[in-house]
């Protein structure tokens, strides 16, 4: 059967001559053949299309609820997650005080007097019984600052000796 499809030329539609008169294919009850004339065709005019609506009046209302309620719904969810990464970072910085706290905490014991005296005396180091200040000539003051080549700018011109000496001296009483 499928060769005998494949073998049967496909079906040409036959055109008719431009000019020519349709024939109704049926005719109406009560008249005969003989009785019928060629009908010609009236003439053909565009009509203008009625917009129609798309949607009911309805229908626009429960899909403007559907897309408020979905809207709502969305912005919430947004809000819950941002408030869960607010809260998240909250706990974070807290604890990062906390932290600091302690950092600072410890810091304040390693400087403690007591502390470094303790820690001194464990390295063999005792307590000064009168201080002395020598005065570094300015040769090997020279001498250093040539062999270190560019230095800071509180290196390179350091305090004088007499304001050292006066601010200490101020702070003392006899």
Known sequence: MATALASRPAPVRMRRPAGSVVQPARQPRGKSKSSSRPTER???RLVETVPGKRFSRVTS???VIAFVLTSIVVFQTVIAEQQLRLDKISTEVRLARIHYDELRQRRA???APDYLREKAMMLGMWQGISAEFEEVPADVVASVIAATGDMD???LNPPMLE???SGNIKNVKP
Do not use: C, G, S, Y
């Open 42 to 44: 009236p003439d053909l």
């Open 61 to 63: 209302a429960l899909i």
């Open 109 to 111: 014991e390693l400087r």
């Open 153 to 155: 700018k509180e290196i």
């Open 163 to 165: 304001d050292l000496v």
